[in-house]
């Protein structure tokens, strides 16, 4: 028996390996070890993040994670505990998990790291301390690309001695010419600023505190909709193959943009996909095609699972995998959720301008912000608006068109040459109701 050689070639592993993540999403990534690192070191569930009170553990000191980015290097400083040897040695720089590896909460399938320093730069720099110990890193891509074995040269050194000053820094040099090319055109910081605004809501100011270039990043969490006995949100959840989902759809408060409507999904509390109205939540096909009289809509799902790998995310962590088994039931029930919705915000503009609407829209403006904590201790059911009750009318208007002479003689006749035409009608509809209509 002879065998071929079916060697991977590191040239072409590593030009592969980077081609679909953006520069934005590798920050990200970065940002995503830091946080696992924490949540790791203080055992933190993500279900307590998501669902449990507000605020932050007194007893527990926040981390901080500090970016610097510029056309020169990209950097990325913590204190989130840092990395033990023994992980850094077996694991942290493999291709891919091993199975008795301590898997994080944010980091499914152990590439986020390594793809994010190939992807920005050539030259690596890292140092990481847990309180008793650490280890430094330093190579170059180039040259680690023409060796044959993949081992990286790791130093030990020693550790922070602290809990607090515990923690990692990256440092990638050499920039490749289009990283340093975006960075140089402008944008890139604040994109980053922007997307972990968004993707982080339930971890920032919870466990720590995010800088991007020294501005820090300020949680934007999804805003749903709801208004006391006229507009319940719907709720559903359910688990399946070691994945806990809660689903949450209404109307969102405050004035929308087109580009904010949609259903949001989150792996592991991380937003994954944001704000979508395309096929991969069912719009176009199980729902109409998405129109601006739905920007208003809102949706949240939520996938959390103590196996990150059981998570419908792909690698970049910015899309799902549509043939996740619990993604695909997830997208059934979502799809349920919405149709009232949307025929509820449909109602807004009837067919017909004699119907009215003014209901419709007034509950739209008056729903107010709650939490999708709030929303999830709720009981599971579906949406529902309870329409206001018009009030009685207790008058009307009478109009009517008299002559100019028939005015002036009912002046004359009351002696009050100063009446209005207005005052006019209110004697006369008076007197006849006295006069005429007593015995009713």
């Given at each position: 028996?002879?065998?071929?050689?079916?060697?991977?070639?590191?040239?072409?592993?590593?030009?592969?390996?980077?081609?679909?993540?953006?520069?934005?999403?590798?920050?990200?990534?970065?940002?995503?070890?830091?946080?696992?690192?924490?949540?790791?070191?203080?055992?933190?569930?993500?279900?307590?993040?998501i669902f449990g009170p507000n605020g932050t553990d007194p007893s527990r000191q926040l981390g901080t994670i500090d970016v610097t980015c510029s056309d020169r290097q990209v950097k990325v400083v913590d204190t989130c505990g840092g990395i033990e040897r023994k992980r850094a040695m077996e694991d942290v720089f493999c291709f891919g998990h091993a199975e008795d590896d301590q898997i994080g909460k944010l980091g499914a399938y152990g590439v986020?790291?390594?793809?994010?320093?190939?992807?920005?730069?050539?030259?690596?720099?890292?140092?990481?301390?847990?309180?008793?110990?650490?280890?430094?890193v330093s190579f170059k891509l180039d040259e680690w690309a023409e060796k044959k074995e993949w081992k990286i040269p790791i130093t030990f050194i020693e550790g922070a001695a602290s809990e607090r000053k515990a923690g990692t820094s990256i440092t990638i040099t050499e920039l490749h010419e289009e990283v340093s090319l975006r960075i140089k055109q402008g944008?890139?910081?604040?994109?980053?600023?922007?997307?972990?605004?968004?993707?982080?809501?339930?971890?920032?100011?919870?466990?720590?505190?995010?800088?991007?270039?020294?501005n820090r990043v300020a949680p934007r969490p999804v805003q749903l909709g709801e208004s006391e006995g006229t507009v319940r949100p719907a709720h559903e959840s359910f688990q399946q193959d070691g994945v806990k989902v809660t689903l949450a759809a209404s109307v969102a408060p405050g004035q929308r943009t087109t580009e904010q409507a949609g259903w949001n999904v989150l792996c592991n509390g991380r937003a994954v996909v944001s704000a979508d109205k395309t096929r991969l939540t069912g719009w176009g096909v199980e729902l109409p095609a998405f129109h601006t009289k739905y920007t208003s809509f809102v949706g949240l799902a939520s996938?959390?699972?103590?196996?990150?790998?059981?998570?419908?995310?792909?690698?970049?962590?910015?899309?799902?995998?549509q043939e996740s088994s619990v993604f695909i039931r997830a997208k059934g029930i979502m799809a349920a959720m919405s149709k009232?919705?949307?025929?509820?915000?449909?109602?807004q503009y009837p067919s017909d301008p004699r119907v009215e609407a003014g209901n419709i829209r007034n509950a739209v403006e008056g729903v107010r912000g709650v939490s999708f904590r709030d929303i999830a201790s709720q009981p599971i059911g579906g949406f529902l608006f309870t329409a206001s009750r018009k009030?009685?009318?207790?008058?009307?208007?009478?109009?009517?068109?008299?002559?100019?002479?028939?005015?002036?003689?009912?002046?004359?006749?009351?002696?009050?040459?100063?009446?209005?035409?207005?005052d006019i009608g209110k004697l006369t509809f008076a007197h006849y109701v006295k006069t005429e209509c007593a015995a009713d």
């Open positions: 028996m002879r065998y071929a050689s079916a060697e991977v070639r590191k040239q072409f592993f590593i030009e592969m390996f980077t081609r679909d993540i953006s520069l934005e999403d590798c920050v990200l990534d970065l940002i995503d070890n830091s946080l696992d690192s924490y949540l790791l070191k203080h055992q933190i569930s993500i279900s307590k993040l986020g790291m390594k793809r994010a320093l190939f992807k920005i730069g050539n030259k690596f720099d890292i140092v990481s301390q847990t309180a008793n110990e650490g280890f430094e944008g890139v910081p604040n994109n980053i600023l922007d997307d972990a605004a968004t993707t982080y809501p339930f971890f920032l100011d919870r466990c720590v505190r995010l800088q991007i270039n020294g996938f959390e699972s103590d196996d990150p790998l059981s998570l419908p995310w792909t690698t970049t962590k910015r899309n799902i995998n009232p919705i949307l025929t509820f915000l449909n109602s009030k009685e009318k207790k008058t009307d208007w009478v109009r009517f068109q008299a002559s100019i002479v028939s005015l002036d003689k009912v002046r004359r006749h009351l002696r009050r040459p100063s009446l209005s035409p207005s």
